[in-house]
């Protein structure tokens, strides 16, 4: 079946340092591609998000690049602080709509991978 | 806070008890979803409503029950669970495409069935 998933499940930095998490995505269908952040005790949290037909976004110290050819998608993260360590998954949107007229977005997630910045 | 709101944020229940999660949205969202979170799985989608009909249902054991009275609030009713149940329930709304900027996640109900 369709899948999104992560190479790493772990990564440690010290803090100052760039991050990069990875993820591979098998659904070429999908419309968006979004990482979310997800702190202890609480629920996935919008970080950035990209369209299928771009390879490049850039936030406030977020970079998102998607790799169509072969299905890759990354997070980048420059100068990460302490505040930056929890968990971030990859998900890919598909856009439905139902046979009543409705619509909606089905997310699908990837494992996610512990990010943990030293000081 | 999200703009979702899910309630309790804790439940220990027993196998042979009945008990409901509620997650509440005023963000004018039109669709609603059930995921579960257990540890080392990616998110799994249970449910998903939009405007308050049932358009997915992913294998769901019949334990579990949702319910969408309107477009502000969802519920998921359960009834006679099992231990590997145990989990984190979130609750998530978006508008009508699930546009990213629109897909809100609420803190989740940690459920633990002893």
């Known amino acids: 079946g369709e899948s999104v998933g992560l190479h790493l499940p772990t990564l440690s930095v010290q803090e100052g340092d760039n991050s990069i998490i990875n993820c591979a995505y098998s659904?070429?269908?999908?419309?968006?591609f979004i990482w979310y952040k997800q702190e202890s005790g609480k629920g996935p949290q919008f970080i950035i998000d990209?369209?299928?037909?771009?390879d490049k976004r850039q936030g406030q110290r977020v970079t998102v690049l998607l790799n169509k050819t072969v299905k890759h998608l990354s997070l980048q993260i420059a100068a990460t602080q302490p505040g930056d360590s929890a968990v971030y998954f990859c998900?890919?949107?598909?856009?439905?709509?139902?046979?009543?007229?409705?619509?909606?977005?089905?997310?699908?997630f990837g494992q996610g991978t512990i990010l943990t910045v030293h000081p | 806070e999200t703009g979702v709101t899910q309630t309790p944020r804790h439940l220990v229940m027993g196998m042979t008890n009945k008990k409901s999660l509620k997650c509440e949205q005023h963000l004018g969202h039109n669709a609603m979803y059930w995921y579960k979170q257990s540890a080392k799985k990616p998110l799994e989608l249970m449910f998903v409503?939009?405007?308050?009909?049932?358009?997915e249902n992913n294998s769901v054991p019949s334990r579990f029950s949702p319910e969408c009275p309107n477009s502000s609030h969802l519920f998921l009713h359960l009834h006679t669970l099992q231990p590997e149940d145990s989990a984190l329930y979130l609750c998530?709304?978006?508008?009508?495409?699930?546009?990213?900027?629109?897909?809100?996640f609420g803190s989740g109900t940690r459920l633990t069935v002893v």
């Open positions: 990209i369209r299928s037909n771009m």
């Open positions: 998900a890919e949107n598909f856009g439905i709509s139902s046979s009543g007229g409705t619509s909606y977005g089905k997310l699908t």
């Open positions: 659904n070429s269908a999908s419309d968006y």
């Open positions: 409503y939009s405007l308050e009909e049932r358009v």
């Open positions: 998530a709304s978006s508008s009508s495409w699930g546009g990213s900027y629109g897909y809100t």
